[in-house]
């Protein structure tokens, strides 16, 4: 399907929503005129570099503040000495999911990268050379960096507020019940978000109110926070964000080195600009954990699961909890009279982890289609018939119904079209023509369907046009072009007629944009705004008896093309322009929250599904892994722009080829010191890895998760992704291999 | 602190007089020096910077066939060149193998040839690390080592040199000119990188001061062109250094190997010739056999420096692969993935 191909539905009723538009701000982006946090220079702007720990483990016993002070430029260095007071307790966590953070609160240090002083100056120069100058002395404790000297721990959460264990069934009778138990280990390494563009921030006050341009993926929600740290009300703070590049669930969250620079702002008086560098990120603004997980995975003769246990053992910080979620990606999936998910925690002195791209998902989904695979084989059957005899229709456990599950077609059509048939059972059956080792494999993919609470307006205008506000995040997604779609579609408006606002705190709270559940939530919001302007504009018509509509207000109307129409007889219409301009009015607004309706959660599982083919090949003696072609196929309810979700989901497809074949953060085993910190070291795919890739849009309609049908496709395009490459490994090749990522000596050593 | 004099001089003698001073550093397209000002791993107090000296970069044909390359060439321009590519394919390739394009757009050939360990204990000022400060002790020994060296290593340092472009300059005797205080003189490449020994912290050996003016390959050279290849293994497919790389080059009569040329990348602190691999091929027919016995001389001496034995047994596997794939022929063109064991792999669309 090309990139310009409507939906179906789209094309079926002609709509704005489902058609493939271009990036409203591709433009803007493309020739360097969208203005990101760290472009902006206000008079008088003074420079903040943070100095940070090179330890994991101990205290700062000395910092040469002296000298930093006299060098030329500096203005103020911040230490736990002279920090001024904030008034939110950083060794609390801030409600709802925010962490603890390093504000130089006492001279202990916890991590490697964590800021030990700040230093204002009136040049990046200076600053920086500056924050060299304070030659840290420390007192060294010995650093808790693996399994082997960790502190292993029992949760109370995992994620934001998951259960950390879950038992459905009796696990002892399906694993006594089995023919088969497959049971392995697997290991996914620390990941660091590297979103291209750096943490930044530039904050300026005015008495008790401070503006800050940041990149925030969560605005009302910060502004809240900020006000908390700073004593002042959250409408005090406003956050500009116009652009985000690159986000993954980094930039939702408060961290340490931006509070402290907006504190250095309100101290010094003046504007202050922070900007991490890249090794910079590796500490305090999270990551995805380490994880351990083991799985058993029993079967019965015909290759039915008769038991399911995930155990996750998941890296944290000492002082903080993130826990990857991982197993649980074992509980919508499979189908299994027994399944238990449960998660421990290690302590490690790192930075505290946070949600990066399907926090849990990814990790949980890489390990148990692995499992699966290993499971199908022992069971002597091909992986998608080995998932298709262990098809939930129903949620797991609970037996709620799903609020609809198109998996069945994205297996079929996602093999028919990879042309999955004929897979020989065994590895090291396939061959290319110059004697590569082939292998396909495959992984299912899921998502949840969160759903933010969110707030926007529609102003119908004079002259037909509307202005739509939400305070938004477009990360790159292509979030302003998707919104403005549905309350185009709302207002019965081309897009282009539709002015869009976001990216500013002061506009209607855009919720979250993370969890993938940005579209729907935002989305929604804008629909009723649209929806409820419509339904003003249409009261004054049908109340006016100079209107072709006077009366139908109990018949109703239907916008389309800029006109409200009678629905019972669609040649009497009449068009926004003369509705207002009869009634003298310069517009009309409309406004709404909007929510899931509790009832209808409480009653459905709600999931975006898919499901990932790969092929890869390998040179048979050198090791040497490419993946050379990607098909996926996913259902996530209704597609508001088929080009945007496609970019989505191949996004998500080569964030998974990342995860199996490239990422991992190399961390010295006796100081926690990361030894990739940077972008040449640190792996992510190139154009060169990135494979032929393959999206289908599955078709679903889905009457619960929201009025809109739209459920999330950001995230799901790695899960299953993962899996499939390391299966197709394991094809390839007859090695097993059960760390993340796949590397080279370990097809090697297996031959040697 | 970080304050250095900035100085372009504008002939090559100012510039060798200008670096006489201690504490001087070149500068070419800094994509290697700059780095390191920035984490503090070298800190200069003067930069000499030669981008614009005069007549450094040309590409010189020599009348007996061989070719001098200024210093400050380009490594794009160097590995586009038509007639250098055809005469020197696995060099081309080598090249086009490294960095990344707008890496190489700016990387010049003196700086290729001279830069510094990828190491990370190296770029760590918190690590101690003997190239760095003598005798500070080598934080990668026990540390994180999968991509350290299995050749040549010492107690005191197990770093690798991290340049593609040298490893088959090392396998075709190419060497180097060199200008400084106290005159002009040549060094073969295979001599410019040092050995860790007792003193990592002398990398190679240029003296103070001195400065690479050009690069030369000698007649003889060219005489491999119709079998000679660069193959690189790497943990992305592009814009890695080599996790073991090899430079093959042959002179055949028919099946007979009348002189043949072998080089490891990525195994040793310098690009590891390995001359009597070269020797045993001599005047055998080429045969798996040959390739395998070749690869099991080139490695007798290796031993991992730590976590990185597999090392030793990919890099006898990328041997005996280089030879074949120079025997097959040097490809009629240059690969769509230059030196990745895929650059066969039919319908290759990207350019690394
Ligand atoms: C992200 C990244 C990936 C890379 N990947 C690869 C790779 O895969 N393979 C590979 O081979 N390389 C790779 N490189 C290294 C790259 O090839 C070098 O950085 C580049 O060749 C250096 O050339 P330059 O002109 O920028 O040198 P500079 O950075 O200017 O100088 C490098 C060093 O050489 C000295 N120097 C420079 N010119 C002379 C001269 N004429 N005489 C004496 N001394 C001199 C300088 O003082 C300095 O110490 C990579 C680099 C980066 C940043
Ligand atoms: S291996 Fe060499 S460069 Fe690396 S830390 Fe040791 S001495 Fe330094």
Same mark, same amino acid.
């Given at each position: 399907m090309s990139l310009d191909t409507a939906s179906p539905t789209a094309r079926r009723h002609g709509s704005n929503a489902g058609q493939p538009l271009t990036r409203r701000d591709g433009l803007l982006k493309v020739t360097g005129r969208a203005t990101y946090a760290a472009d902006n220079h206000p008079d008088g702007m003074l420079y903040a570099v943070t100095a940070i720990s090179r330890i994991a483990r101990g205290r700062v016993t000395a910092l040469d503040v002296g000298a930093a002070r006299a060098h030329a430029g500096v203005v103020e260095v911040l230490t736990p000495a002279n920090r001024p007071p904030l008034a939110h307790d950083p060794d609390e966590k801030m409600p709802p999911f925010g962490f603890r953070v390093e504000v130089l609160q006492d001279d202990t240090v916890r991590y490697v990268g964590q800021p030990i002083a700040l230093v204002v100056a009136e040049t990046l120069e200076a600053a920086t050379e500056a924050a060299a100058l304070l030659d840290p002395q420390y007192e060294i404790a010995d650093a808790r960096t693996d399994r082997s000297n960790g502190d292993r721990f029992g949760l109370a959460a995992v994620g934001i507020g998951a259960p950390p264990r879950t038992v459905h069934g009796d696990l002892a009778a399906g694993l006594a019940a089995a023919t088969h138990v497959t049971e392995a280990e697997y290991e996914t390494p620390a990941q660091y978000h590297n979103a291209m563009e750096p943490h930044a921030v530039v904050a300026e006050w005015h008495g008790d109110r401070v503006t800050l341009d940041m990149p925030n993926q969560a605005m009302a929600l910060s502004c809240a926070a900020y006000g908390a740290y700073f004593d002042i009300p959250a409408e005090n703070v406003l956050i500009r964000s116009p652009f985000l590049g690159g986000g993954f669930g980094s930039k939702a969250i408060l961290n340490g080195p931006q509070i402290l620079a907006i504190l250095a702002a309100r101290m010094l008086k003046r504007p202050v600009k922070l900007v991490l560098t890249r090794t910079q990120m590796y500490g305090p603004v999270g990551h995805r954990g380490h994880t351990w997980q083991k799985l058993r995975i029993g079967t019965d003769a015909q290759g039915r699961l008769t038991a399911l246990h995930h155990h996750a053992l998941c890296a944290t910080s000492s002082f903080d909890e993130f826990i990857e979620p991982a197993a649980n990606a074992s509980l919508p999936l499979y189908d299994s009279p027994a399944i238990l998910v449960e998660h421990e925690g290690l302590r490690l002195d790192i930075g505290t982890p946070g949600p990066m791209r399907a926090p849990g998902e990814a990790s949980g989904s890489a390990a148990l289609e692995v499992a699966m695979d290993e499971a199908a084989v022992a069971c002597g059957m091909d992986p998608l018939e080995f998932r298709l005899a262990n098809y939930a229709e129903t949620e797991p456990g609970t037996g709620r119904p799903f609020s609809s599950k198109a998996l069945r077609e994205c297996y079929l059509e996602g093999a028919k079209r990879f042309g999955w048939a004929g897979r020989p059972l065994e590895p090291r059956q396939m061959r290319d023509e110059n004697g590569f080792l082939v292998g396909w494999g495959m992984g299912t993919a899921v998502f949840h369907c969160p759903h933010f609470p969110a707030e926007a307006r529609a102003t119908l205008r004079a002259d037909g046009t509307a202005l739509v506000e939400t305070a938004g995040a477009d990360m790159g997604q292509g979030a302003w072009t998707a919104l403005a779609q549905i309350a185009a579609e709302a207002l019965g408006l081309d897009p282009d007629q539709v002015e869009f606002h976001s990216g500013i705190s002061t506009l209607p709270d855009g919720g979250i944009a993370g969890g993938s559940g940005h579209t729907a939530s935002a989305g929604l919001a804008l629909n009723n705004a649209g929806e409820d302007a419509i339904a003003k504009l249409a009261a004054i018509a049908t109340a006016d008896p100079a209107s072709p509509l006077f009366g139908a207000g109990n018949i109703g109307v239907v916008a389309r093309s800029g006109r409200l129409h009678r629905i019972d007889d669609e040649g009497r219409s009449e068009s926004y322009v003369d509705i207002l301009a009869r009634a003298g009015q310069a517009e009309v607004i409309g406004t709404a929250k909007a929510a899931r309706d509790p009832a209808i959660a409480e009653a459905h599982a709600m999931f975006s599904h898919g499901a990932v083919f790969a092929e890869v090949k390998v040179d048979p003696d050198l090791g040497q892994i490419r993946a050379t072609r990607l098909v996926g196929a996913f259902a996530a309810g209704r597609v508001i722009n088929p080009r945007l979700v496609r970019s989505q989901y191949f996004g998500g497809m080569i964030w998974g080829t990342s995860f199996a074949l490239h990422e991992e953060a190399v961390?010295? +085993? +006796?100081?926690? +010191?990361?030894?990739?910190?940077d972008l040449a070291e640190y792996h992510v795919p190139v154009n060169a890895d990135v494979p032929s890739l393959d999206a289908i849009l599955i078709e679903e309609d889905d009457p619960y998760v929201n009025p809109l049908g739209i459920k999330g496709v950001g995230e799901i395009g790695i899960t299953g992704t993962v899996g499939a490459i390391a299966n197709a490994v394991w094809h390839a090749t007859g090695v097993r291999v059960r760390r993340f990522p796949v590397r080279i000596e370990d097809l090697l050593i297996a031959r040697a | 602190m970080n304050r250095f004099d900035y100085i372009r001089p504008v002939s090559v003698s100012e510039a060798i007089a200008a670096a006489a001073v201690p504490g001087s550093a070149y500068l070419a397209a800094g994509t290697n020096l700059l780095d390191l000002m920035k984490v503090g791993t070298t800190r200069p107090e003067r930069v000499i910077d030669i981008t614009r000296l005069p007549g450094l970069d040309r590409i010189e044909w020599l009348p007996d066939g061989g070719v001098r390359i200024a210093a400050m060439v380009r490594n794009s321009d160097l590995a586009y060149d038509e007639r250098f590519a055809r005469t020197f394919p696995a060099v081309a390739e080598a090249l086009l193998s490294g960095a990344s394009a707008q890496l190489r757009n700016a990387a010049t050939v003196g700086g290729n040839l001279m830069q510094r360990t990828r190491c990370a204990y190296f770029h760590d000022l918190a690590s101690a690390c003997n190239r760095r400060v003598a005798g500070s002790g080598c934080d990668a020994r026990d540390g994180e080592n999968r991509l350290h060296a299995v050749l040549g290593w010492s107690e005191h340092c197990i770093a690798t040199h991290p340049s593609d472009f040298c490893v088959p300059l090392v396998a075709l005797d190419a060497l180097v000119e060199v200008e400084g205080p106290h005159g002009a003189r040549e060094i073969p490449v295979d001599l410019l990188h040092a050995l860790p020994g007792a003193t990592p912290e002398r990398e190679t050996a240029l003296a103070p001061g001195e400065l690479v003016v050009a690069l030369r390959l000698p007649a003889e050279a060219a005489d491999f062109s119709g079998n000679a290849r660069y193959l690189k293994l790497r943990e992305r497919t592009s814009y890695a250094f080599a996790v073991v790389s090899a430079a093959a080059a042959l002179e055949l009569e028919g099946k007979l190997i009348r002189k043949a040329r072998v080089a490891l990348g990525g195994v040793a602190a310098k690009p590891w010739r390995a001359r009597e691999a070269e020797v045993a091929l001599t005047g055998m027919p080429a045969s798996a056999e040959a390739f395998a016995k070749a690869a099991e001389i080139a490695l007798a001496d290796a031993l991992p420096s730590g976590d990185n034995a597999f090392k030793i047994e990919l890099a006898r596997r990328i041997v005996v692969r280089a030879l074949s794939l120079a025997f097959e022929g040097t490809p009629e063109v240059m690969p769509a993935l230059p030196a990745s064991p895929f650059s066969t792999t039919a319908g290759a669309i990207h350019v690394a």
């Open positions: 961390t010295d +085993r +006796r100081t926690g +010191r990361i030894m990739n910190a | -």
